[in-house]
Each structure stands twice: as structure tokens, then as C-alpha cells.
């Protein structure tokens, strides 16, 4: 089993989650909810997973003696997940009920402020929008540079081969007749966005999607089963050694968790319409963890260990594929002559 992974970004980044990988690597969702493409797609719902669920329970002091109050703050392993939730902690690294947490509060006469906070996981996510300093000022000098010809406002800059001009800070056309410094590298940087999670993908290899495929429905069930057994052990192996955070001036320690918060999107066909396996797990840069005094804390995920453990993830998927289809009657792992590992099922000639 392989897996990659790819950052996501806060704010419209969630939506990426929504329109490739809620929506099964498909760009034809259109405005429809998750909801009735699952239902029109004949796909499975996307569920949580992770033992951090169980840290979004924490009600920061308040009653929880009233079942309401924990119903509403709690996400359940296994759970569907639900738009809004995405939007609320991939888009704003707020609870995933924030919806939810916020009416209940106000209902209780908290302040707008405060029944947002309520909702908070820490820090929210600094979302940044808006051009570069240079794009910016670009933008200002050619506006100026119509307005000194007589032309409208936003007429691209060409000469009169058709070609676009010199930037308008170039030469005798700038206001002051002097040609400005280049811009900087900084300049044209965009500005940073906070990381809202990781999308890790674990693909078995193409001859197990194409035994999927063609198999019975019974044997293609089984083939299910081990990869997400394969998915399981994957995120436990993640948990194990790669759910860390920081803590202290400059984030100097690096300190445990109480586990990752994600969500899982099994898919059956590639966006040609290939067999092709796989699960996108949408891993919460958000994360608990216990300090010296017995609170608990929200910080970021420490995303090094989880970049450099991927390969490792790969071999604990394979290990585990292994290990479920040698569980089943007749099935068996062997080496081809080349020495790539083919698996081996009672279904599958050879």
C-alpha cells in the first residue's frame, strides 16, 4: 500500500476536501450537498476517525451532567461527516459542531463573542487574503498609467506591435521620471496561510483494485475488509509516532497528543473511471494535549514527524494487507521471479 501526502490550507482550502475528495475526486458535484451526491454517486459517506475525537468532548468547565451538552459536543468515531463540519474545522480550525455549540450557547444569553469562543480550538486560523505588496502596487501603476493617457481605467498596457509594455514604473513614464527598484523576492511573495490539515491517500497496488473489480461481490467485500484494515493500522502506526505537537518558546518541546482527528473518504474508481481503490484520510492540524497542570491544551500538529513517517505508513499498510489476506482461506503473498511482491487469493489464478 502506498500513501501520499498533501497539505491543506486554511480558509477556502477546506473546499478542496468538498469538491475533489468528499465528491470522489470529481469536479461535477456542482452546488448539490454531500448528502445527494453521495446519494446520486452511489458512493459511501465519509465518516470520523481518530482517538482525538474523544478530546472534542471537553466542554472547558461547563455542565456535563446535561446529556444536551454532550451530544452536542461530541463527534462519534464512525460518525458521517457532514459539510458544515468540514467548513468549520478545516475552513476556521473551529469545532467541528461549531454550528451547533454557538446556537446552544446564544440560547443560554452568552454574547456573540462569547458563544463563538466557545466553539474555538485554540487559535483560530490566520487566513490571509488579498494580492502581494507587488501585485498591489502593480495594480495602482497601471491604473495611474491609463489615467495619464486618457484611457479607461483598466486597458491593458500594449505597444504597438500588440505586445504587453514595460511595467508602468519603467522609464520616462513614472511621475517622477526615475525608474524604481525591481521588485523584491518578499514583495512578490504570497503571504503564508495557516496549514488547516494533511490529506494522506493510501492506494493498495493496481492489481488489487483490478481483482476488486472483476471479483464476486463476496471476494471484492474481503478485498474491502483488508484495505481497511490496512487504513486502520495505518493511522494507529500515525498515532503512535507521529501525532506530536510543540510547546514552549518557539515551540521548543515536542510533546504528545491524545491523538489525531480526521476524516476518511473511501473511493472505487479513478477520475477516468478506472478500478482504483483507495482512502483519502483529511487529518485536523488541530490536536489536544494534556499540560503539566492537567488541562487540556489545542495546538497545531507538528507536520515533520507525519512528512517523514509517509514511507514508513507505506511499509505498515503493506504488512498489514499481508497479514489479512494470509488470513484468509488460501490467500498468500509470494515473490515474483523480478522480485516484486504479488498477493495471491483462491479467486486469482497463479
Given at each position: 500500500?502506498?500513501?501520499?501526502?498533501?497539505?491543506?490550507?486554511?480558509?477556502?482550502?477546506?473546499?478542496?476536501?468538498?469538491?475533489?475528495?468528499?465528491?470522489?475526486?470529481?469536479?461535477?458535484?456542482?452546488?448539490?450537498?454531500?448528502?445527494?451526491?453521495?446519494?446520486?454517486k452511489g458512493e459511501s459517506p465519509g465518516h470520523w476517525i481518530g482517538s482525538g475525537l474523544a478530546s472534542l468532548s471537553d466542554t472547558s468547565a461547563r455542565d456535563t451532567s446535561d446529556p444536551t451538552v454532550q451530544e452536542i459536543w461530541t463527534v462519534p468515531e464512525g460518525s458521517e461527516v457532514h459539510e458544515q463540519q468540514m467548513a468549520a474545522l478545516f475552513g476556521e480550525g473551529l469545532h467541528p459542531n461549531a454550528v451547533d455549540i454557538t446556537t446552544y450557547t446564544l440560547g443560554r444569553g452568552a454574547q456573540p463573542a462569547v458563544a463563538?469562543?466557545?466553539?474555538?480550538?485554540?487559535?483560530?486560523?490566520?487566513?490571509?487574503?488579498?494580492?502581494?505588496e507587488f501585485q498591489r502596487a502593480l495594480a495602482v501603476a497601471y491604473r495611474?498609467?491609463?489615467?495619464?493617457?486618457?484611457?479607461?481605467?483598466?486597458?491593458?498596457?500594449t505597444t504597438t506591435s500588440g505586445h504587453r509594455s514595460e511595467p508602468p514604473w519603467h522609464g520616462s513614464d513614472s511621475p517622477t521620471n526615475t525608474v524604481a527598484s525591481p521588485p523584491t523576492t518578499a514583495n512578490c511573495r504570497a503571504r503564508t496561510t495557516a496549514v488547516a490539515g494533511y490529506d494522506v491517500t493510501f492506494s493498495p497496488v493496481k492489481s488489487v483494485s483490478a481483482l476488486w473489480a472483476v471479483a464476486p461481490l463476496e471476494v471484492?467485500?474481503?478485498?474491502?475488509?483488508?484495505?481497511?484494515?490496512?487504513?486502520?493500522?495505518?493511522?494507529?502506526?500515525?498515532?503512535?509516532?507521529?501525532?506530536?505537537?510543540?510547546?514552549?518558546?518557539?515551540?521548543?518541546?515536542?510533546?504528545?497528543?491524545?491523538?489525531?482527528?480526521?476524516?476518511?473518504?473511501?473511493?472505487?474508481?479513478?477520475?477516468?473511471?478506472?478500478?482504483?481503490?483507495?482512502?483519502?484520510?483529511?487529518?485536523?492540524?488541530?490536536?489536544?494535549?494534556?499540560?503539566?497542570?492537567?488541562?487540556?491544551?489545542?495546538?497545531?500538529?507538528?507536520?515533520?514527524?507525519?512528512?517523514?513517517?509517509?514511507?514508513?505508513?507505506?511499509?505498515?499498510?503493506?504488512a498489514v494487507r499481508r497479514g489479512g489476506v494470509s488470513q484468509r482461506p488460501g490467500g498468500r503473498i509470494r515473490r515474483e521471479p523480478g522480485g516484486s511482491r504479488v498477493w495471491r487469493t483462491p479467486w486469482w489464478p497463479g
Amino acid at each position: 500500500m502506498a500513501a501520499t501526502l498533501h497539505k491543506l490550507t486554511a480558509g477556502d482550502g477546506y473546499l478542496y476536501l468538498i469538491r475533489q475528495v468528499a465528491a470522489s475526486d470529481s469536479t461535477e458535484r456542482g452546488r448539490n450537498t454531500l448528502s445527494e451526491y453521495y446519494s446520486a454517486k452511489g458512493e459511501s459517506p465519509g465518516h470520523w476517525i481518530g482517538s482525538g475525537l474523544a478530546s472534542l468532548s471537553d466542554t472547558s468547565a461547563r455542565d456535563t451532567s446535561d446529556p444536551t451538552v454532550q451530544e452536542i459536543w461530541t463527534v462519534p468515531e464512525g460518525s458521517e461527516v457532514h459539510e458544515q463540519q468540514m467548513a468549520a474545522l478545516f475552513g476556521e480550525g473551529l469545532h467541528p459542531n461549531a454550528v451547533d455549540i454557538t446556537t446552544y450557547t446564544l440560547g443560554r444569553g452568552a454574547q456573540p463573542a462569547v458563544a463563538i469562543e466557545a466553539a474555538h480550538l485554540g487559535r483560530r486560523f490566520v487566513v490571509r487574503t488579498g494580492g502581494t505588496e507587488f501585485q498591489r502596487a502593480l495594480a495602482v501603476a497601471y491604473r495611474e498609467h491609463n489615467t495619464r493617457l486618457g484611457q479607461k481605467w483598466n486597458t491593458p498596457s500594449t505597444t504597438t506591435s500588440g505586445h504587453r509594455s514595460e511595467p508602468p514604473w519603467h522609464g520616462s513614464d513614472s511621475p517622477t521620471n526615475t525608474v524604481a527598484s525591481p521588485p523584491t523576492t518578499a514583495n512578490c511573495r504570497a503571504r503564508t496561510t495557516a496549514v488547516a490539515g494533511y490529506d494522506v491517500t493510501f492506494s493498495p497496488v493496481k492489481s488489487v483494485s483490478a481483482l476488486w473489480a472483476v471479483a464476486p461481490l463476496e471476494v471484492a467485500r474481503e478485498i474491502e475488509e483488508c484495505h481497511d484494515a490496512a487504513v486502520a493500522d495505518a493511522l494507529a502506526f500515525m498515532e503512535a509516532h507521529a501525532a506530536f505537537t510543540r510547546s514552549g518558546a518557539a515551540g521548543v518541546a515536542q510533546v504528545d497528543t491524545t491523538g489525531l482527528i480526521g476524516t476518511a473518504f473511501t473511493h472505487r474508481d479513478s477520475r477516468a473511471g478506472d478500478p482504483d481503490l483507495h482512502t483519502h484520510v483529511a487529518i485536523s492540524n488541530k490536536v489536544a494535549t494534556i499540560d503539566a497542570n492537567g488541562v487540556q491544551r489545542w495546538l497545531a500538529l507538528d507536520g515533520q514527524p507525519l512528512h517523514r513517517g509517509v514511507s514508513g505508513i507505506s511499509a505498515c499498510g503493506f504488512a498489514v494487507r499481508r497479514g489479512g489476506v494470509s488470513q484468509r482461506p488460501g490467500g498468500r503473498i509470494r515473490r515474483e521471479p523480478g522480485g516484486s511482491r504479488v498477493w495471491r487469493t483462491p479467486w486469482w489464478p497463479g
